[in-house]
């Protein structure tokens, strides 16, 4: 099973948490009737459901981990599907979301996230492992201004070649 | 008097193909540079036609955004709004009635049908066959026909809701549907003998722009540009959704990586999008078509993906929850955009016209990459 696979590899990233892994995930569903103010996730791996959410593993990585956990999941065989962000403006951070899937019949969904301060926004490329990253890093970086450090070409792609702005963050005003 | 032109052997100059040209189906510019007729390097630029689609997506309540899924991809549009309530319905947890699911998987395979018909007679067209165009529209303003009488529009169908459908089919789709299987398998025929087999097509597609496998990871392309280079990929069946399990149907996938192998993936599909349409018309259950009780829609805060098979390849759509009437953010992953992307790479010493037609090949719809 490549979920497994996936699982343990994705887990050397995250030493600490290596002895707690048979643990389900302590979250969501069932305690949605607590409104307070949740403390923020910690990195490290969680089993989704995949019948709800639609994807079976959730990394979340720090920006340097960010080429460890992509290079394996590229040694893995899977391909990216899609590069996005996500501003979470009352922490004042940016999440970039990276989707992997497969092409065999052995499914397997991975998502990798990793957060950013909302002040200076920048990660790793992916651009060196996969090629076709490079689209979705401009994009990203076109919708939220984040930085794809080491990108070959980080220039407007869906925007005006002069857009100084970044229609997806939260106080974006047209 | 101006000086005598000298040409310098190593010299290459830069080729505009669109913003506005024919060969492009649309406002995509190739910034080419050229050593006479062959590609030294090529820049695709984009984003002619973005809407931000993604914010109108935050904006917008989720009813309100069912229509923006339609106008995404004009020649498949059932196929993104199916992706979209599927997705809805999942993180809700709304049940659909098992007829609506029939006539989703119906109408999205009409609207395959249509979108590869569309495709095939501008394809060939590129190639400097005129008629085949006449043909393959013919037959797609049939299916145009049928679903503007159940949806109510002819192009960007809004037709899907959350838990079922707008408007149950009549009698007369049905009869439709069922003239229409063996008029499109005589077509088919038609086609092949006309097209397939004719000497210039195949001169000017075989062994043409190969895509490996490792370049089609690389860049997360699906659809008939992944099985038309061996990879056997076809969300209907790698991640069932919909009824599509409780159809017997096959995927084709042609072995050769060449532009021939794209077309030849797409015509295969045609004759097995019929194979689903008739099934469904045949297991076509009744009942009702919307659930009984309206729920307003509640999403408990999270990330919800969801991927459908669309007539252009694997459509993904990404929503972020956090309780809210609308969405935190809803990311669209079009399949057309990761499988233009490979194409700077492949085209590289290549002969312009024969990038050309590899451009046909990969069956771009640009609204639906600029979204």
Redesign the interface.
């Known amino acids: 099973m490549i979920v497994e696979k996936t699982k343990r590899a994705l887990l050397n990233l995250f030493p600490q948490s290596d002895s707690s892994l048979p643990s389900a995930p302590p979250e969501?569903?069932g305690t949605?009737k607590t409104p307070k103010k949740e403390p923020p996730r910690p990195n490290g791996l969680i089993i989704r459901d995949y019948?709800?959410?639609?994807?079976h593993l959730?990394a979340q990585v720090a920006p340097a981990q960010l080429t460890d956990a992509v290079t394996i999941l590229d040694e893995a065989?899977f391909?990216?599907?899609?590069i996005?962000g996500?501003?979470w403006i009352k922490e004042g951070q940016i999440e970039v979301?990276y989707?992997f899937?497969r092409?065999?019949?052995d499914?397997c969904?991975v998502?990798i996230r990793t957060r950013v301060p909302r002040d200076k926004a920048a990660v790793p490329t992916i651009t060196g492992i996969?090629?076709?990253a490079?689209?979705h890093e401009r994009e990203t970086h076109d919708?939220f201004g984040i930085t794809f450090e080491g990108h070959p070409h980080l220039i407007?792609?869906?925007?005006?070649e002069d857009a100084d702005f970044h229609?997806?963050l939260k106080d974006f005003k047209a | 008097m101006s000086a005598p032109i000298r040409i310098r052997p190593d010299e290459t100059f830069t080729l505009n193909v669109g913003p506005q040209h024919p060969a492009t189906h649309g406002v995509l510019r190739v910034k080419m540079e050229m050593d006479g007729e062959y590609i030294v390097n090529a820049e695709t630029v984009i984003g002619y036609i973005h809407r931000m689609h993604e914010k109108m997506g935050e904006l917008k309540t989720y009813p309100q955004f069912l229509m923006n899924l339609s106008r995404m991809d004009y020649l498949g549009a059932l196929g993104y709004s199916h992706g979209h309530v599927l997705l809805i319905e999942k993180a809700a947890g709304i049940e659909v009635p098992e007829r609506a699911e029939y006539i989703r998987a119906i109408t999205v395979e009409l609207n395959r049908i249509a979108s590869h018909l569309f495709w095939f007679g501008a394809f060939v067209m590129d190639l400097g066959g005129f008629s085949p165009l006449m043909y393959a529209l013919q037959d797609r303003e049939y299916i145009l026909d049928m679903l503007e009488a159940v949806t109510g529009s002819r192009l960007t169908y809004s037709y899907y809701r959350f838990g079922g459908l707008y408007n149950d089919v009549d009698d007369d789709f049905i009869a439709a549907a069922r003239r229409f299987i063996p008029r499109m398998r005589t077509s088919m025929k038609k086609y092949h003998k006309l097209v397939t087999g004719n000497i210039i097509f195949k001169k000017r597609l075989e062994g043409i722009a190969p895509l490996s496998p490792e370049i089609i990871r690389k860049y997360g392309a699906t659809g008939a540009v992944a099985r038309g280079s061996g990879i056997n990929f076809d969300v209907r069946k790698n991640e069932p959704y919909s009824v599509y399990p409780e159809f017997d149907f096959d995927i084709p996938v042609f072995h050769e990586c060449d532009s021939l192998a794209r077309y030849k993936v797409r015509m295969a599909e045609i004759e097995q999008s019929l194979r689903i349409i008739e099934q469904g018309l045949d297991k076509l259950p009744g009942g009702p078509i919307m659930p009984e009780k309206k729920k307003p829609i509640k999403i408990a805060p999270g990330d919800y993906y969801q991927a459908v098979e669309t007539a252009r390849g694997s459509f993904g759509i990404r929503l972020v929850s956090d309780g809210g009437k609308t969405p935190y953010r809803l990311k669209l992953r079009s399949p057309t955009y990761s499988n233009m992307h490979l194409f700077d790479e492949s085209c590289r010493g290549m002969l312009i016209m024969d990038a050309l037609a590899f451009m046909g090949s990969l069956d771009l719809v640009i609204p639906e990459i600029d979204r």
Request: hydrophobic share 40%; charged share 20%; glycine share 8%.
């Open positions: 969501e569903e949605a019948s709800v959410h639609g994807y959730d065989g391909f990216v599907e899609s996005t996500v501003d979301i989707d899937s092409y065999d019949f499914l969904r998502v996969y090629a076709g490079n689209w919708f407007p792609l869906l925007l005006p229609p997806l």
